[in-house]
């Protein structure tokens, strides 16, 4: 199994050891010994190396390599168990309720299809489900005291005073039963006003406000329900809610499709609007529409991470403030043993929530009768469905095995791999280009920094 990944970004030569998570930037002759170092023995090394350095400098080289290797930072093995016991008692950590199956945009690449995920009619969540929601998730979630609630759509700001309601819920919950909810909202933002703003500000952990970047590229997908563009409507409510939040969490969260490969503009965008915390994300979505990334945008869209991450740098360099979510990575080891090998826990600690009550493995499952795992009233009924997402390792995807992200990834979204590939075990190969040249970025920024 691959055991170190090398890299050169951003002016830096870069070590990876994937086991051990040892991040190194090395110097020309290191650079070279590691690539004989693993199939060579010393003589060989030596021979192989003594035309371009001295021999003084490739012992030395050698000796440092070896005393990495002997620290366990360099060619390191696995430390993680081969049968990975993951969520053993079946508790749920987080939901993300569909407070409502509609929405005033129609955006063209949505994949809840504009709101109502398919279904004739377009629904609002009824206070009595979203409250047995919060009680199935406390009931849940065994001794387990932060627990995490995202009020998703379609556009839940349809359906804000069961939300609020909701939240007062939760909080009455919370006293009864000594946990903590970490409540968020996801938004399209047309419908925020002040008393939104305010009730938000005073209650919600964070926010995720959608908007895809330069005016022009926003409106050509993001539309109204008279095809009209959102930009207008919704840029000076984000900036309105950013002033409001302070030193609160929110993210500004974009979309590229093919349309914007150039995705780096609207990602400056962002920073000239003055919002610091932002996210751009690839689109998913059939290969049959013209805005589908393929693979023959890859070359393009992995050059695009790379000037992106030399415009993040050089702003980091001047404002630690700005943020863009796939350049944070923690080069300690992140998250648990379980993050880190099974991801997002969707379809086990993470489930979603339909209007009418029927928990799904996520939000992108949704309407899709098959992962229809039951719901808030009589709980799980398919139990083959959480055994399946509970058994999706990157220990034992073939194609997570054989890829030096695969701690940093945790094996990618599940439900990518289903609607590409029709097997959550098989990952979205398009994407996983797309996460390793992230994760490469990611990392080079953290090197030039530190």
Known sequence: MLKIHKFELNEKKIVLDINSGAVHIVDDIIWDVLDLYDEKDIKEIELKLENKYSRQSIDEALKEVQYLVKQGSLYSESQYPEDLDYNKNNL?????????????????YCFASQGDYNKEERLLMPLEVGKKALEYLVQNSGSRRNLEVDFFGGEPLMNFDVVKELVYYGRELEKKHNKNFRFTITTNAVLLDKPK?????????????????RKEINDAMRLTANNKGSYDLIVSNIAEMIKLRGDKDYFVRGTFTSKNLDFTEDVKHFYDLGFKKTSVEPVVTDLKHDYAIKEEHLETIL????????FYLDVKKKADNFSFFHFNIDL????????????????????????EGDLYPCHQFVGDLDFRMGNVFEGIINN??????KKVNVLNKEECKKCWARYYCSG?????????????????????EMERKRIECAISVQANLI
Do not use: W
């Open 303 to 310: 050059n695009e991470y790379e000037k992106l991450s030399k």
């Open 92 to 108: 749920v950590k987080a939901m993300c309720l569909h407070i409502a199956h509609d929405c005033n945009l129609r955006c063209s």
């Open 332 to 355: 300690n080891q992140g998250p648990c043993i379980y993050k880190r090998l099974a991801g997002c826990g969707a379809g086990s600690e993470y489930m979603a929530v339909t209007p």
């Open 412 to 432: 990618g979204c599940h439900a990518n791999a289903y609607y590409s590939n029709g097997d959550i075990m098989n990952p979205y190969s398009v994407g996983c």
């Open 197 to 213: 703003m305010e009730f938000i500000n005073e209650h919600m952990s964070n926010v995720v406000m959608s908007l895809d970047g």
């Open 384 to 389: 083959n469905i959480r055994d399946n997402f």
